[in-house]
């Protein structure tokens, strides 16, 4: 049987959901894949921190290049999060022959081409289903199953926080402040939820959704974004008598010749499926030329739905592996 | 640049739609595959159809052999549709090394085993994305992205037809009959509509989830399936009273060691992801030990949505070709 090592960057909330799915599904996971995969280096530096897995702890190091200079380590999944040193990281592995899989939308979008190319011009794969709609598998279906399609409009509830903020106005005529409280005491919203509320998370996963539908670089910097900072009760209000409901949606279009991008909260009719995607789930809708409306729902974070994308991935690079064409694409 | 030539089994709505979806999006799919591909041979009587593509009559023949024993083709695309002589046309397909992609959910359902170890033996692929949820890719995504979960459940709205007749009944308060006869003049159900209405197509694709997600045969006859023609006005009221819908739900599990499968018309609390889903859609909702939570929603039937499922599994397959891994899966 196929052995494949895995050299895991950061141990986090994401980092260790990723190991337990491997963890709780390893003998499945060998089963239906032919492929037996193997967290072999982790680098970490909080090595004492209770988790819910079973870690040796030679398996810890807190030295980048024991995993990019490994050679036995054919993949490196990088869950450090933010643009620095992630990205560094994911080239050094890149440039060292290694496969590369992260969640983290904000490296993906602000170095889409160089990490692309860097890909590319060492004949490895680059994959990144969790950057975008945490355990939904969009990525892989828009740019495998659905390619016989041209897109014309993708629409995205991409934000469990603010999702969640604004499901609480609706359904418990919560004030945008008390639902906020609520989110970060639940564990839905950062101490500085300034990320996520004015939608700037968002806009990093817009971005790698217009690259990869699109074919268009739109820098997240350059997409036109509104948050749901500045929302009312009485905005609520005046939505529910109208019969819709608020929703902070992602759209991207391409119609009569135009393309383009943006980010606002929207008032989406109650019929519309994205309306009834409530509290922190993610739901991501779209319309293709011969397949019409499809619409993906599902958990947008939290360590086992995004462990389960990362491990896609890794599962899918494998395979490759096992039938000798990963180092050939 | 790769050229993959595909034999056409069928030229009636399908076929018609998957010509079609392929007709429009030439350019692109080309463009992002890399691979040219072209119908060049239809196995089709009906010669003379008024169709919405330019099919030239040296296309058309009537003999199958002209298909199975044309050394060019590399894809044939079975669209006859029941069980004989489609099962027939795809083992000698396969036997003459041909892959095999289809739509065909009773022959699939029925032949599961035989066509699986034809294709095996043959070292070919055969793919059947359109036969479970239509347009939707959901066999796909079960047995790629979402490969690292244990699945504890499925619960599918299969069936167009049901589900039209179903929404009709709730929204409309019409009677079964009625909702049926408006579901034949608008083409959602057929004149004999028993296939549909008594579920017997969903048993169908009930049993293909089982071979895929649990690796469990249960042939289509074997599984407990009871139909909505006996669902009555009163049982949509009560439900109504009772904050719930009727949809006829195929039902697959794997909890506390016990696995097993039924269809019937079930009673869904309005706040399931599944209770608005409504009039011809289709939507698949899985649970996962890593992902949880998780649901597909779009066309389940139709010319274009079937074409872009039967699409995808072709480019999915020239890929494999044009990378020379497809004879080695």
Known sequence: MKKVNIGLLGLGNIGTGTYQTLEMN????????????????????????????????????????????????????????????????????????KHVVTANKAAIAANYDELMDTAKANKVMLRFEASVGGGIPILTALTGSLLANEYEEILGILNGTTNYILTKMDHEDMAYEDALKEAQQKGFAEADPTADVEGHDVANKLSILMNLVFKKKVHPDDIQTTGISAITKDDIEQAKKDGCVIKLVASAYHKDGELGCFIQPTLLNKEH???????????????????????????????????????????????????????DL
Request: charged share 25%; proline share 6%.
């Open 26 to 97: 390893y003998e499945h996971i060998k089963d239906v894949t032919g492929v037996d995969f193997e967290i072999t280096r982790i680098l970490e530096r909080d090595v004492d921190r209770k988790r819910p897995i079973t870690v040796r702890p030679e398996q810890f190091t807190q030295t980048p290049d024991d995993i990019f200079n490994d050679p036995d380590i054919d993949i490196v999944i990088e869950l450090v999060g933010g643009i620095e040193p992630a990205t560094s990281f994911m080239l050094k592995a890149l440039n060292a022959g």
């Open 273 to 327: 499926p994205l309306a009834t995607v409530n509290n922190e789930f993610n739901a991501i809708f779209v319309k293709g030329n011969a397949v019409d409306d499809l619409m993906f729902y599902g958990k947008g974070a939290g360590p086992l739905p995004t462990g389960s994308a990362v491990m896609g991935d890794v599962i899918e690079i494998g395979r490759a592996i096992s039938k000798g064409v990963a180092y």
